[in-house]
């Protein structure tokens, strides 16, 4: 395990396992600023000694609720073990410092304890003893969570006690500290199973144990049928139990904070649920913090967009205000010109004696013009009449 970080440079020793766990337990650019070094020299080293890495879309399938299987570690030949070097670490925050004085003094004065023996069991975890009630192993040799009514779990049935022991604990201390429970959302992959709600925000816990994949071995049934002559089918892999369960808390990716724990070498997956309880509390402020942000950034969002908008109302005001204003400029010159020629008609009528009969084409006229000018007040004219009133009437006779 990675010790005690100091500011000094020096060489971090880790074992094929334990790289393994961390490169499988987040992303290899985060996991790379940890080490001081690119992701791409990471993922040279993790090959380099037969250590697979999570492929292309693993950690965006986990967001989206999946169960994307990982690659087994392969064993070596070499038993000797293998030491994962890495130079000039990096200072990197504890993960409990996400959690303020309160969280850790009340998690200091409230231990929590796992029982040697299930008493009196939370209602979810009666849900899941029913739920596991009657199962038998899948392919993979593991027993899981069907109803959305309690906590999704994935374990062997040796484990099937001791997870329930964990699990009574962590509700009761969900109790203690004001959390809630909701069910899940049926069909749901990512939170199809109950929840955590930490001042209104749902996270959804998750345990999973890791099962060894190991060369399928014919019982001793199968060996009877087979001395009698009969057809047995045999899968070429089984799978047996560990004992490494995760205590996982879905929807906490990209956050930063901690969101899974296991068992340590010098500490089990029981005497960590304080840290669990931290978590939660943090988990819940950062998504509070982040919904907050996303509403701020929707009200500023929404006020340029009003103001944008009231922008664009004023420009399309000015614009008609000045097409409005060159229409009556082009009638007034209109105007003009028709008075011009009006005048000049009436000369011409006047040089030749032909005044008296032109006048009342004159008066017709100059009211023409002044119906275009919009400086000057003019009657109306039949040319005002609405074309509803003299368009073709398509009434039956």
């Given at each position: 395990?990675?010790?005690?970080?100091?500011?000094a440079?020096?060489?971090?020793?880790?074992?094929?396992?334990?790289?393994?766990?961390?490169?499988?337990?987040?992303?290899?650019?985060?996991?790379?600023?940890?080490?001081?070094?690119?992701?791409?020299?990471?993922?040279k080293?993790?090959?380099?000694?037969?250590?697979?890495?999570?492929?292309?879309?693993?950690?965006?399938?986990?967001?989206?609720?999946?169960?994307?299987?990982?690659t087994?570690?392969?064993?070596?030949?070499?038993?000797?073990?293998i030491?994962?070097?890495?130079?000039a670490l990096k200072?990197?925050?504890?993960?409990?410092?996400?959690a303020?004085?309160?969280?850790l003094?009340?998690?200091?004065?409230?231990?929590?304890?796992?029982?040697?023996?299930?008493?009196?069991?939370d209602?979810?975890?009666?849900?899941?003893?029913?739920?596991?009630?009657?199962?038998?192993?899948?392919?993979?040799?593991?027993?899981?969570?069907?109803?959305?009514?309690?906590?999704?779990?994935?374990?062997?049935?040796?484990?099937?006690?001791?997870?329930l022991?964990?699990?009574?604990?962590?509700?009761?201390?969900?109790h203690?500290?004001?959390?809630?429970?909701?069910?899940?959302?049926?069909g749901?992959?990512?939170?199809?199973?109950?929840?955590?709600?930490?001042?209104?925000?749902?996270?959804?816990p998750?345990i999973?144990?890791?099962?060894?994949?190991?060369?399928?071995?014919?019982?001793?049934?199968?060996?009877?049928?087979?001395?009698?002559?009969?057809?047995?089918?045999?899968?070429?892999?089984?799978?047996?139990?560990?004992?490494?369960?995760?205590?996982?808390?879905?929807?906490?990716?990209?956050?930063g904070?901690?969101?899974?724990?296991?068992?340590?070498?010098?500490?089990?997956?029981?005497?960590?649920?304080?840290?669990?309880?931290?978590?939660?509390?943090?988990?819940?402020?950062h998504?509070?913090?982040?919904?907050?942000?996303?509403?701020?950034?929707?009200?500023?969002?929404?006020q340029?967009?009003?103001?944008?908008?009231?922008?664009?109302?004023?420009?399309?005001?000015?614009?008609?205000?000045?097409?409005?204003?060159?229409g009556?400029?082009?009638?007034?010159?209109?105007?003009?010109?028709?008075?011009?020629?009006?005048?000049?008609?009436?000369?011409?009528?006047?040089?030749i004696?032909?005044?008296?009969?032109?006048?009342?084409?004159?008066?017709?006229?100059?009211?023409?013009?002044?119906?275009l000018?919009?400086?000057?007040?003019?009657?109306?004219?039949?040319?005002?009449?609405?074309?509803?009133e003299?368009?073709?009437?398509?009434?039956?006779?």
């Amino acid at each position: 395990m990675i010790g005690n970080r100091t500011d000094a440079i020096r060489n971090i020793h880790l074992s094929r396992d334990e790289l393994y766990e961390l490169v499988w337990s987040e992303p290899l650019t985060k996991l790379a600023v940890r080490f001081g070094i690119s992701d791409v020299a990471l993922r040279k080293r993790c090959l380099r000694i037969r250590v697979p890495v999570p492929p292309r879309g693993y950690w965006q399938k986990l967001e989206a609720g999946k169960r994307p299987r990982r690659t087994t570690l392969p064993e070596l030949a070499d038993t000797r073990p293998i030491e994962f070097r890495i130079d000039a670490l990096k200072q990197e925050p504890a993960p409990l410092s996400t959690a303020n004085e309160n969280d850790l003094d009340f998690e200091a004065r409230h231990p929590i304890t796992v029982s040697e023996t299930l008493r009196q069991p939370d209602p979810l975890i009666k849900l899941l003893i029913s739920d596991f009630s009657g199962q038998t192993s899948d392919e993979y040799g593991a027993i899981r969570t069907r109803s959305e009514h309690t906590f999704q779990v994935r374990i062997h049935p040796q484990s099937k006690d001791r997870i329930l022991r964990l699990l009574d604990a962590f509700a009761k201390a969900c109790h203690e500290r004001g959390f809630e429970f909701q069910p899940g959302k049926p069909g749901h992959r990512y939170a199809g199973f109950a929840a955590v709600t930490v001042d209104g925000i749902a996270l959804y816990p998750v345990i999973d144990e890791r099962m060894q994949r190991v060369t399928y071995r014919l019982t001793e049934q199968d060996i009877r049928r087979k001395q009698r002559g009969e057809w047995i089918y045999t899968p070429n892999w089984s799978y047996i139990p560990t004992g490494e369960v995760t205590l996982k808390i879905e929807g906490a990716y990209g956050t930063g904070l901690q969101s899974s724990w296991k068992d340590l070498k010098r500490q089990k997956l029981e005497e960590r649920l304080g840290e669990v309880m931290l978590a939660l509390r943090a988990l819940s402020r950062h998504k509070i913090e982040e919904k907050q942000k996303a509403e701020e950034r929707q009200r500023q969002y929404e006020q340029i967009q009003k103001e944008r908008a009231a922008l664009r109302e004023r420009i399309a005001e000015e614009a008609r205000a000045v097409e409005a204003l060159e229409g009556q400029a082009r009638d007034w010159n209109r105007a003009e010109r028709m008075r011009i020629y009006i005048d000049a008609v009436e000369a011409r009528a006047r040089d030749i004696g032909e005044l008296e009969e032109k006048l009342g084409w004159l008066n017709w006229a100059r009211q023409q013009a002044d119906r275009l000018d919009p400086l000057t007040a003019s009657p109306g004219s039949i040319l005002d009449t609405p074309e509803q009133e003299y368009k073709p009437y398509a009434g039956w006779p």
